[in-house]
């Protein structure tokens, strides 16, 4: 359901961990794609914390590979107008989505999937997932890296909200 009453607005958007600073002229569009994004953001670990000793290190780098998909699926979903800008050098959600996937998620992944991968394959006979992955001698260096995007995730999922007109849910 659309709201008839929104008329649009134009946000300063600063996120230096992305190298992206300007105007954001937000539209219909745009606002609903946020709140997609939005969502998928605020339900996952990318915003919620990964306590110490809490979940799995491969769940969490699963939930961050899992939106590429989700986020294609939406850029998709709304077209090209999310990554048109009015003025030349303004941003739009587009920009700004896909260099969450590529400057920020893309490199984590990149990195330790196939670290964590390695290791996942030589688990002893006998011995738990949990178990083993704690015992990796890189575990807290990953979950160092995930709290570190976690609060860059956080920032682009601050920007979101406003944008999608809601109060914080995270």
């Known amino acids: 359901m659309t709201n008839a009453k929104f008329k649009g607005f ?22 609903q794609a946020a709140w997609d994004i939005y969502v998928e953001l605020v339900t996952r670990v990318t915003v919620q914390e990964l306590k110490e000793g809490e979940g799995l290190l491969r769940e969490a780098l699963s939930s961050f ?68 992955e704690r015992n990796w001698e890189h575990a807290a260096a990953l979950r160092a890296e995930i709290a570190k995007i976690r609060e860059q995730l956080t920032e682009y999922a601050d920007v979101l909200a406003e944008v999608s007109g809601v109060s914080k849910l995270h």
């Open 65 to 132: 590979y899992s939106l590429f998909q989700t986020t294609r699926d939406i850029l998709k979903k709304y077209g090209p107008s999310i990554a048109t800008p009015g003025e030349e050098d303004d941003t739009t959600l587009g920009h700004i989505a896909v260099a969450v996937l590529n400057k920020v998620l893309r490199p984590v992944l990149a990195h330790w999937h196939p670290l964590l991968k390695d290791y996942e394959d030589n688990c002893p006979e006998g011995v738990s997932a949990t178990t083993h």
């Open 10 to 31: 134009s946000i300063k958007v600063n996120l230096p961990f992305l190298d992206i600073e300007g105007e954001w002229e937000v539209d219909e569009q745009q606002r």
